[in-house]
């Protein structure tokens, strides 16, 4: 656990908002250690990557505060549900393995099951839709993920500090998505919550790599709750004032459109005009408690 904590850094102040989820990765990292797997090495290292992304959020400047409770919820069961599609890895690599003799392996196998049934039951025991299929883990946000802005750029800045993205246009990202040359584990899409039409959704802080995946129609496999700041919210509030559809963004220099990637016949397209008065509640102006605001689900994020 102290390894895991070294890792987190100084983000590992807030650590006990996820303190079962970093119990569950040091048990999954201490059987991992025992077959040397790089694969999985490499996805508990993204994930807890990833957990401290949103555990610096939670003490960002302006951040909103209220939305705290439901986004450490979302992502709870989020990091969750991937660290049973790693354990899942893990167990295979433990069957397939020759580095262990058989009390050895008997004994790591025994701990990444109980493992996996731990891990499931907070997950399902919430009341919400599941985010496992019959292969683990699955995007939870197919189609249900909105655009956080009205225009995105046609490449990615060259000044971004994520190498695979710098500099490169968005379509060549989006072909080498469909073309299986550049994997989703690449690609980072941090998320947030915001009041839009009376209810939470759930929008994209990375506008443009989420156009690359809905363009690609590959589904993302970092997804990142962040708590917002007050900017993060403003940005809603002005696709309202504009009448905007969030499920739609355009491209500045061609004024081309790309829709939130399709998941089966889930989605419904939202209803606004430009005479709707805006409902979005920005921090402090929030009017709801957090007890009866809607929990952060697949559910309630659906368009």
Known sequence: MSSIRSSLGSSSRQAHEFKKLLAFIFIAGSCLYRIQDQACSKDLALLIEDVKLTLDSLNAKDSVQALKKQTVSLANEIYLARLYGISRLIAHSLLESTQLDKDSKKEALATIYNLMSEVRSPVRGQGQASFYSHEGFSNPFPGHLLFSQKFHGPQFSNKSGRAYVQGKSIQDMAEQLRNQTLSPDDLRIQVYLARYEGKNYTFAYNNRTWTVFSRAQVPASRIVPILPTQDLIKRIYALIIE????????????????????????????????SQKPQLELGAEQKETEENSPQPSPSSCRM
């Open 243 to 274: 009448g905007h559809n969030p499920n739609t963004i355009y491209e500045e220099t061609k004024n081309e459109a790309s829709a939130s990637i399709e998941h089966k016949n889930e989605m419904r397209g939202l209803q606004m005009t430009r």
